[in-house]
C-alpha cells in the first residue's frame, strides 16, 4: 500500500460492500454536520475542561439545527483540544482531526463494515484521550488496511483477543459514556489507516498541522466506508 489515494480508490469501487458502522441512519434528517472549529462561538465561550457543561453546548449545537446526530470533523482545524495537555507537542500542538466523528448518545451500538480480525485494543485512560479503543484490520483486493474505534465503553473490550474474527455486520462495541470513553461527550471517532507501523491499541487521532501532509498520505476519508449524504467524499 503506498498511500491513502490507493487506499481511496479501491474503498471507492467497493462502495456498495459495506454495511452501517453504527446503529444510526447517518442520511436521515436527523443528522447535522457540527463545526468544531475555532468558528464555533458556542465552544469558543464553554469551559470545555468540565465534560458535563461541554456535553450540554454539545446538546444546544444539535438543538439548533433540529437534529439528533452529529456529523463531522474529518481534517478539520479544531481548537477544542485546548482542554487537554494530552494534545500538547513540544513545538507544535495538535488540533488537526484524522477521523470522522459521530456525535449521539452512549450506549449505541458499532458494528465492522466488513469482515475483520481484531488488529490490537486498550483503554487509552488520559483525560482527553480515546477511551476505550478498538482497532480493527479488513483486506480488499488483496490489500490490507485498519479502521480505527475511539470512546466506547469500557465493557467492549471485554472478552477481546487480538486476531477474534469478527464479520460484516457484527456488533464489536458500544459508544461509551464519560468520563469512561476518554472524558468527551459521547461520540464515536472512525477512523482509516492504509498503514499502522508498529503501533498497536492506539494510532494519532488529531494531528499537527505540521504533519498534515504525512497524515493525509496515511488516512483517507472515513466517509468512504460511512457514506453519509451530509459528509464529503
Known amino acids: 500500500m503506498k498511500n491513502s489515494q490507493d487506499l481511496s480508490a479501491i474503498l471507492g469501487r467497493h462502495s456498495h460492500v459495506f454495511s452501517p458502522v453504527i446503529d444510526a441512519d447517518l442520511n436521515s434528517d436527523q443528522v447535522c454536520v457540527l463545526d468544531f472549529s475555532g468558528n464555533n462561538e458556542l465552544l469558543q465561550n464553554t469551559d470545555l475542561r468540565d465534560t458535563a457543561t461541554f456535553n450540554k453546548a454539545v446538546q444546544q449545537l444539535l438543538q439548533q439545527q433540529n437534529a439528533t446526530i452529529g456529523v463531522g470533523g474529518y481534517f478539520e482545524d479544531r481548537s477544542i483540544y485546548r ?34 480480525i481484531v488488529h490490537s485494543f486498550q483503554d487509552n485512560n488520559n483525560f482527553g484521550d480515546y477511551g476505550p479503543t478498538i482497532i480493527l484490520q479488513h483486506e480488499l483486493e488483496g490489500i490490507t488496511f485498519y479502521t480505527l474505534y475511539g ?65 493525509a498520505s496515511l488516512c483517507p476519508n472515513p466517509n468512504l466506508i460511512l457514506q453519509s449524504r451530509h459528509l464529503s467524499f
Do not use: C
Open 83 to 116: 482542554r487537554s495537555t494530552h494534545f500538547e507537542g513540544e513545538a507544535e500542538s495538535r488540533n488537526l482531526h484524522l477521523g470522522v466523528d459521530v456525535w449521539l448518545d452512549d450506549g449505541v451500538a458499532v458494528f465492522t463494515p466488513i469482515d475483520a
Open 151 to 215: 470512546h466506547l465503553s469500557r465493557t467492549s473490550l471485554e472478552g477481546l483477543t487480538v486476531g477474534k474474527h469478527f464479520s460484516k455486520g457484527q456488533k464489536i462495541a458500544e459508544v461509551g459514556p464519560y468520563p469512561e470513553n476518554g472524558d468527551w461527550p459521547p461520540h464515536l471517532h472512525f477512523q482509516v489507516m492504509s498503514s499502522m507501523g508498529d503501533k498497536k491499541g492506539d494510532f494519532p487521532g488529531v494531528a499537527a498541522q505540521s504533519d498534515r501532509s504525512k497524515y
